[in-house]
């Protein structure tokens, strides 16, 4: 038996809360079950109670659920989290980052279009631009990330989208995302930030000025590993269309990956602090070793953006690059010489990955191509976990002796 439940008091009232009670809240509409945690609907269609009723919800005359394809109550508790911690009006869950991406720009565009994408983002999104946006006739350009004039200079009367990866990977540069809005919205253009990197635990592109965010929830979002998801954050107007896409599309969140999703939301910001610690010590730890020529990371004061970390992000994230001595078979060695440090190119996790660039994630640029994006040979990317900070670091020493 269902228990009776004054409906007011089933779920918390977070009228004027903060972001962490967010995380912890948003987005559960409890059951008349009364359940505490966020419930798991696996279900792939919905009853009607009439086949007026059914008429009605087809044709989104009333609210309701028709098909998960679209709708599902444990996505959608997601996608409402989610946008509570982004600042946003509303959130479009995905199976991928990358259908995240997909969707801005098959939702946004048409042929004829200009979009203008960072230098340095994530090698799929350059693939899914070079190999198939072009292919419908949406031109692209590449501009480098931190320079606003350069962007300011790029832009075209057919400028739709400006795409940027801020904090970049592996380099971790930055650009000022309020000045960037600012080109954007005098062009008449949207800026899109693929937030995978801070999350918005430490930064909140929506409320620094952006458009739209887009999320690889297989990271931090998730923190352990497990599932694959993504998400588009932004105005209803905009998200509107990015659903109306994901309907036809079918690109669709699994419910339980929304789940663990949700349940990841809650630890994120306690997470995100305890990687950014960890980080901060070792990159602090790294410049000052002898093996090592130089340190990418901005929560140093020798990052040539250091100031602007400071100002626009609340973490200077988990991920820490670095230059060994002896090139590539330096930088091999180096690696294969720790024990406890996975290699393995995934990031966002609990465990701390290693990884060398220059060979697996960016091994498909030409040398030119990896010299003007700042990858050398011998660039090592460790993006930090949740273990005993003493032991990354042994385990790096490890490293620096077999170099
Ligand atoms: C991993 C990643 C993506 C793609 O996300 P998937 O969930 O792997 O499809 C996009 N952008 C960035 C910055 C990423 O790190």
Redesign the pocket.
Known sequence: MTQEWDAGRLDSDLEGVSFDTLAVRAGQHRTPEGEHSDPLFFTSSYVFRTAADAAARFAGEVPGNVYSRYTNPTVRSFEERLAALEGAEQAVGFA????A?TAVVMSLCSAGDHVLVSQS??G??ISLFEKYFKRFGIEVDYVPLADVGGWERAIKPNTKLLFV?SPS?PLAELVDITALSAVAKAAGAMLVV?N??STPALQQPLVLGADIVVH????FIDGQGRC???AVCGRSKEMNEVLGYLRTAGSTLSPFNAWIFLKGLETLNLRMRAHCASAQVLAEWLEAQDGIEKVHYSGLASHPQHELAKRQTKGFGAVVSFEVKGGKEGAWRFIDATRLISITAN?GDSKTTITHPATTSHGRLSPAEREAAGIRDSLIRVAVGLEDVGDLQADLARGLAAL
Request: charged share 15%.
């Open positions: 991928t980052g990358m259908a991406i983002v994530f799929s999104t990866e990977n693929d995978c990197f690889s929830a297989t990271k694959m998801g993504g990031l």
